[in-house]
């Protein structure tokens, strides 16, 4: 289990930006961001002012910027574990749209899907 917290700043210029706390000092955390069971490109991490904290700014992929609901799943690439995820949704909204929260859904059925298997292969 991490003991990495993500917290929101905001998204602005095609840009999400976070903050990481609860990391080793001087140690770099590993940040994966999947969008449609794909590696987002870009993603980077900064160290704050204080230790142990990162900034994280993913930017969206122009393909995400379209109708429907796009899910970005955030993890700890070492622990596997799932820090947070937000939620684009273009075109017609509908208030309290399920449209999102089903993909919110897949994305961590997918995650958990990986986690499984590698769990398999290691244990054979």
């Known amino acids: 289990m991490s ?3 993500l917290t929101k700043i905001r998204m602005r210029n095609g840009v999400w930006e976070g903050r990481l706390s609860g990391a ?13 069971d794909r590696y987002v490109e ?5 160290a704050c002012d204080e230790p142990g904290c990162w900034d994280v700014a993913i930017p969206i992929p122009a393909e995400a910027v379209a109708d429907g609901v796009h899910t970005f799943v955030i993890s700890d690439e070492v622990d596997d574990a799932r820090l947070g995820d937000f939620t684009l949704i273009a ?3 509908v208030a309290d749209d399920l449209r999102a929260e089903m993909e919110l859904l897949r994305a961590e059925l997918d995650m958990l899907k990986r986690a499984f298997r590698r769990h398999c292969l290691e244990t054979m």
Not at 24 to 36: H, N
Not at 42 to 46: I, Q, T
């Open 91 to 93: 075109g017609e909204s």
């Open 3 to 5: 003991n990495l917290t």
């Open 42 to 46: 870009g993603v980077s991490l900064s």
């Open 24 to 36: 080793q000092q001087d140690i770099k955390p590993i940040v994966g961001v999947r969008y449609l």
